[in-house]
């Protein structure tokens, strides 16, 4: 009988090899989690450093050609391997920092111990973002030496601490990173059982603001009545950023309607955990609310805790702001914008200084193609069925707006390995192992399809 080998590893051949690969996937994705790789300011940033080795090591594994970069910042991986001849060359991103685990207390488990609990992985960034990781190492290790395109895998260092020096790093590695196609796994799937292709992102600014109102603290007695302690003057100007009905009050903020999909109330409070009574603030459908406009949100406020408050007038008080942009706008205008709302509306001539913390641009992408329609095709079997739905969302990937600034040709496939209960940058976050699975099933069979597409053999 003649041996007929196709060049391209077929469907079940690639379900049977994730199948196969996935508990080495699951047990190096618990290692991953196991290192506490935090690039914010005052973290000891050695353990970003191992886990760029244990990333760099995963991808030596698949054979990859790597390197660990850095431009200033937090150590990157970059690994390569050649396209076969008229193959194309697709880039695999994904992140390796995480964000910082907030109150320890409120964890179930040690934030970096994975445990499994009813199907879901818990740990810091066990989904956010060291299962896009793994799911790039699954698709490599299907295929093993049959990878039918070129890859290069490029795993950031500093995403969630706004990648300030990814533009030097990106620029400085460009030939190396130029591809046909780009797969972010950074992003999340529109529910357990249901997939999304993201096609747009927020951007962000965060910046500080501090008030002061005197000199040195005074005794509340004696002063209060005609002395604003800077606290209650923070609290008022905090309270100019929103109108009564929630809306951001900043002007010249980019604000649209128009998103594609509904996210029903009932459904959305629940997966908020949103506490009985509370109403949602804002205005119009809620995914305009969350992808299409702005948002402003007080993340963290430095003042007296309570319980070692004295009796005394406070002189000065700081909060951290964090505003999200809608597609459109600009970080750095949308910065100009606070800053003035900020100047221009302090309580009492109270004295303001504003500090700039990190941005990242919006972004929007044309899912248009046969690259996007490769990608519907592999979702939809990975899903038994069930096709993509097209979702924007209202994080942020700074990396986007950068990397289609450089590549304005590249296909950018911005998918996930997040659910609406993987509670990201939380207390408790996890992974569903289930949909871990399909996710490298997909990943694989995204390869396969684009692959077929470059050369004209329908997928
Ligand atoms: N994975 C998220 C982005 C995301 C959030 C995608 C929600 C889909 C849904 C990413 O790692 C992230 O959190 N980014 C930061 C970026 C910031 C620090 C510049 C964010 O959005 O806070
Ligand atoms: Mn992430």
Not at 212 to 241: E, I, K, N, Q, Y
Not at 243 to 262: F, H, K, P, T
């Amino acid at each position: 009988m003649p041996v007929m080998t196709s060049p391209i590893m077929s469907e079940s051949d690639l379900r049977e090899a994730v199948t196969r690969e996935l508990p080495g996937v699951r047990a190096d994705l618990e290692r991953l989690v196991r290192i506490p790789g935090i690039a914010f300011e005052g973290f000891d940033h050695s353990h970003v450093e191992r886990s760029a080795e244990a990333v760099a090591e995963l991808l030596r594994g698949c054979g990859l050609d790597v390197e660990v970069a850095r431009a200033g910042g937090q150590p990157a991986v970059i690994g390569r391997r050649a396209a076969p001849p008229g193959a194309p060359t697709v880039m695999l991103y994904a992140h390796h920092d995480v964000q910082p685990i907030g109150d320890r207390a409120l964890w179930e488990s040690d934030p970096f111990e994975p445990v499994e609990r009813d199907g879901r992985l818990y740990g810091r960034g066990a989904a956010d973002d060291k299962a896009g990781i793994m799911a790039h190492v699954a698709a490599l290790r299907a295929f093993g030496d049959q990878l039918p395109v070129g890859v290069v895998v490029f795993v950031e260092g500093e995403e969630e601490y706004g990648s300030d020096s990814l533009e030097r790093l990106l620029a400085e590695h460009r030939d190396k990173l130029a591809s046909d196609v780009i797969v972010i796994a950074d992003s999340t799937n529109w529910d357990v059982g249901v997939p999304a292709l993201t096609t747009s992102l927020r951007g962000i600014v965060n910046c500080f603001v501090e008030v002061r109102t005197l000199d040195h603290a005074v005794h509340s007695g004696m002063f209060g009545g005609a002395v604003p302690d800077a606290l209650t003057t923070l609290v008022r100007l905090l309270a100019t950023l929103h109108d009564d009905a929630g809306n951001v009050a900043v002007q010249g903020l980019v604000a649209r309607e128009g998103a594609s999909v509904d996210y029903p109330e009932d459904r959305f409070r629940v997966e908020a955990g949103l506490a009985d009574g509370v109403r949602l603030f804002g205005s119009g459908r809620i995914t305009d609310r969350l992808w299409t406009k702005p948002a402003l949100a007080v993340l963290g406020i430095d003042a007296p805790a309570t319980g070692e408050a004295p009796n005394a007038l406070v002189p000065t008080a700081k909060a951290k702001l964090s505003v999200r942009l809608a597609p459109g706008d600009e970080p750095k205008r949308a910065y100009a914008a606070l800053r003035e709302h900020l100047e221009r509306n302090a309580p009492w001539g109270a004295q303001v200084e504003i500090t700039f913390e990190h941005d990242g641009a919006p972004c929007v992408i044309d899912a248009s193609g046969p690259m996007f329609d490769a990608a519907r095709s592999a979702f939809r079997t990975a899903w038994d069925g069930t096709d993509a739905v097209e979702i924007g969302v209202g994080g942020s990937i700074p990396f986007i707006a950068t990397f289609q600034e450089m590549f304005p040709q590249a296909a950018i496939l911005v998918t996930g390995v997040e659910d609406p209960h993987a509670r990201a940058h939380g207390p408790n976050e996890s992974l569903h192992l289930g949909e871990f699975a399909r996710v490298c099933l997909a990943e694989a069979l995204l390869l396969a399809r684009v692959a077929q597409t470059r050369s004209g053999v329908n997928p």
